[in-house]
DNA sequence: CGTAGTTACGTACACCGTACGTAGTGGGGT
DNA sequence: ACCCCACTACGTACGGTGTACGTAACTACG
């Protein structure tokens, strides 16, 4: 019998191989790292087995050896570029300081991987790297006192908020690969019938703000940082309102 | 030739006939609305073009004369739930009031509609009902002094926060979905992994808090209604600052 | 009244994830 | 020392996917 029972497995838990037979002739990283490869390069929907294969060099069939399912090469995915995060040996002791520098690596992260996004909301979060992302966030937190589902609510909310943001930024470009016409073209065409359809009159308030936006060029850059800003002055309790963002 | 040329094109500006030729059996609503009913049953994977042809009893390729692409289904689905926000005439005039019961609406649109939250990180955003929507919160956001930008992000925050939580909350139930073994089995291996890496002593913050969660089991009810209050907090120009959340 | 544009739909193609069978290899138990 | 068997490698095959294309029937317009 090839591989193993169908039974409920955490894919951490596995281990790569048990000692027995033959050498593997690659490491269940090697395959992962074909993988994010990939993605990089042509998204997140080039990734398929045969393609992994292929670029490592072996048969389709083969990376089942490394990788039970493709669902658990997409957590192997996650977890080995959350690997990338920098985190320093100790805490800064500013609560703020330190979150707002994870927000930000994590938000180059999603740059350098426009795939995580859309990757993170199936895969589940206890992978070494995503322990060891949290455990640190937690150490930043020790000097905030709020009760510990808070933190972790906090915790949540600076991911989302980094998702969503990094999410909707690349959504475009995200959606024009594959299409038979250019990104260009696509976003020309939904410009033109948004502003069709403002001109009916029939969103004032929207048309408002196209009419005052283009005055305004949004600074991408520091929207980003006074929405995270605000967001973990949301969380800082009434004693420490020492208020750090104007409006 | 079948079909119109491979031009850039807005699902929204395409006309669902133009009035020559035989009268379509079905309209795009009924495709629609079939491809709706096999997500909320089956999920939206189960959403192919084949069974929704089956759903709506026609062949699979005349489906392809109601929607160009599988892509633009996804948008006419998630246009079609959006279709189910019910907007009052006119704003109440309490801006906090408005995005939370519209924050409500989300979340209770996103648990009638499960699949919500994934396919709307890759749907556009310009269809008919998500303009409705743009335009009502914009109304709502009158009353509130900030920069349109800001107002846009405010939205943008909101949506996302409700999106990110009940995706988190579904994740469980749609990755077990189609699994090999049930949700209840996954859970556990899933949590016995956890307590045993926590047990090895590398996560000190995160044992902490898992000792201390028990304790205080978590109501989402109440942790949402936070979130949102705190968000919508985290906007509030300094003025206003009514400080409704206390912490 | 043609005829062009449309609807309906069967067939076909390329691709997907992966179950299964087979061959070869090398470590562990006897 | 030996042999067994778990393991690696991988080809084949199955049932699924989105959709390009061809064909036949139908209807509104020039």
Redesign the pocket.
Known sequence: ????AAEPEVIWARP???????????SRRDVVDAAVRIADADGID??????VAAEIG?????L???VP???DLYELMVDAVSGEYELPEEPSGDWRADMTAIAYQSRALMYRHPWLPRVMTTAYGLSPNALRFLEWCLGCLTPLDVPAGLKMQLIAMVNGTVMATVANEQAVAERARGLPWSEAEEQAVRGAYLMGQVASGRYPHLAGLLAEAPAAPVDAEEIFAMTIARLLESFAPPAEAARVTGA
Request: charged share 30%; aromatic share 10%; with cysteine.
């Open positions: 019998m090839a591989g193993r790569e191989r048990t000692g027995r037979g033959p050498r593997p002739a690659y080039a990734v398929s087995m045969r393609r072996c048969g389709t069939m083969s089942y050896n490394y399912r493709k669902e």
